[in-house]
């Protein structure tokens, strides 16, 4: 081959290389890298770019190449709106996805960030009703309410004639809702609450709530915290095993807890679910991310609820900017979301449209087994 044939046979492939991606589209993150919600945030975090690395190395979304820009609010509400102010502004992100706190979801929706770019969220790690009313457009959430879950939780301690009810709740906007649920629960499944027991958003030391639940004598404990307070109240929790029924909300991890307090202390443990078995064969949405996490791209994520629901609303994003063509923009990709009605990914139904953002009211219960397995 002559040395012209060979320049414009390689200039060829590097043309080739270089429209494998037209574009760039960025979607972005603002939660707690640091912080309480450091451990959770962080395996999302590489489970999220590893999807990403995976889909960009099939060709991308429409052709272009989808980049994750990330920013860390420490979980700390006075930082989250002026940390999506920039990410919008810098980054020109057409989406976020997979933000958490219902205090800092509620600073963005009082500063109307969002509504103002026009910039749509996808999943939010809060079942609050405080972030699901006027001001909350442009969130699109994924996951049924504290309040659902606490009423499946509610009935389910009913029906086994759990009367008695001791609850620990963080002490600030989430903790209020969450009191709120609880005194309906009450009141419609005829149970006494014999002690609320608060903490401060970041305590590590549980030993004085625990001390004092367990001496409420409850015959089952609500632990209404974050993942981090739920897993040091547990390794605080002395009780003789079966004393109390404890259930949890959904977003704490057996695998948490186990790392904090043994097996021994969280077996039996009853934590609500918000989407479906991520290790059922019979969803097709569960088979694809069993199969992501066999491969290299997965890095290390472990097959748990949480991370699923990571997953769950990243592919909803994807679908959304590719329904939104080749060249999507925030607008553009709303109006994706908005068109999902009776959808299907993978099988596990969402539905929004043109009024409604509450896209899935999926609820189950699943108990903390051998090896922190959940059985559902």
Known sequence: MSIIKRTLSALSIVAALGCAHA???KIGTVSGLT???????????????????????????????????????????????GLVEEIIAQDNVVALVNSAGTANTGAMIK???????????????????????????????????YHDEIMKMARVASTLGLKNIAVLYQDDAFGAGINQSIEKAAHENHFNVVLKSPYKPGE??????AKNIIGSHPQ?????????AVAHFMKAYDAPSGASQIYTLS??????????????????????????????SALALSKDFQAFLKTPYAKGTKSNPLNFEGYVNLRLLLEAVRLAGANPTAASVTQSLKSMQNFRLGGFPIHFSETNRRGSDFLDIAVVGRNARLYY
């Not at 590590?204 to 709530?209: P, V």
């Open 111 to 145: 500063t109307g960030v969002l509504n103002r770019h026009k910039v749509p969220l996808v999943g939010v790690f809060s079942g609050s009703e405080a972030i699901r009313g006027p001001g909350s457009e442009q969130i699109f959430h994924t996951r049924a309410t």
């Open 204 to 209: 590590t030391d549980f030993g004085l709530q």
């Open 35 to 81: 912080g309480p919600l450091a451990t959770t945030t962080a395996e999302l975090m590489a489970m999220s770019q590893g999807y990403l690395e995976m889909v960009n190395a099939q060709g991308g979304i429409n052709g272009n190449k989808i980049t994750l820009a990330i920013r860390d609010d420490q979980y700390d509400p006075r930082k989250t709106p």
């Open 23 to 25: 574009g760039e589209v």
């Open 251 to 280: 977003f704490v991890t057996p695998d948490g807890l186990l790392a904090a307090a043994g097996e021994q202390r969280i077996r039996g443990i009853g934590i609500t679910q918000v989407v479906p078995n991520p290790n059922s």
């Open 220 to 228: 089952a404990i609500f632990l209404m915290g974050v993942p981090d």
